[in-house]
Nanobody, 115 residues
């Protein structure tokens, strides 16, 4: 079992920045892939970025060049640095961890981009 707790969401003006964190506990030593997803009101959840244990990263086109995913394996924590935020980035952001074929999700953190 893996437990994930996200933090760092909030209200920010367009063009601003936020840094999300996701701390893993439990059988976190067995986590390989970690990622961030988001879900806007009335829309399906979408993938944002992923990072493997070897620090290989991947990004959705909509956030490439603005968001940076990173992880600290010693702290079992993954981060999402979000810069140049746009109103369309408004969503609940979820952290996901994959252990084998099992996915674990956090409870989500709200990000609102508005003036």
């Amino acid at each position: 079992q893996v437990q994930l707790v996200e933090s760092g969401g909030g209200l920010v003006q367009p063009g601003g920045s936020l840094r999300l964190s996701c701390a893993a506990s439990g059988s976190s030593f067995s986590i390989n892939l970690m990622g961030w997803y988001r879900q806007a009101p009335g829309k399906e959840r979408e993938w944002v970025a992923s990072i493997a244990r070897d620090f290989t990263t991947a990004y959705a086109d909509s956030v490439k060049g603005r968001f940076t995913i990173s992880r600290d394996n010693a702290k079992n924590t993954v981060y999402l640095q979000m810069n140049s935020l746009k109103p369309e980035d408004t969503a609940v952001y979820y952290c996901k961890a994959r252990v084998g074929v099992q996915d674990y999700w956090g409870q989500g953190t709200q990000v609102t981009v508005s003036s």
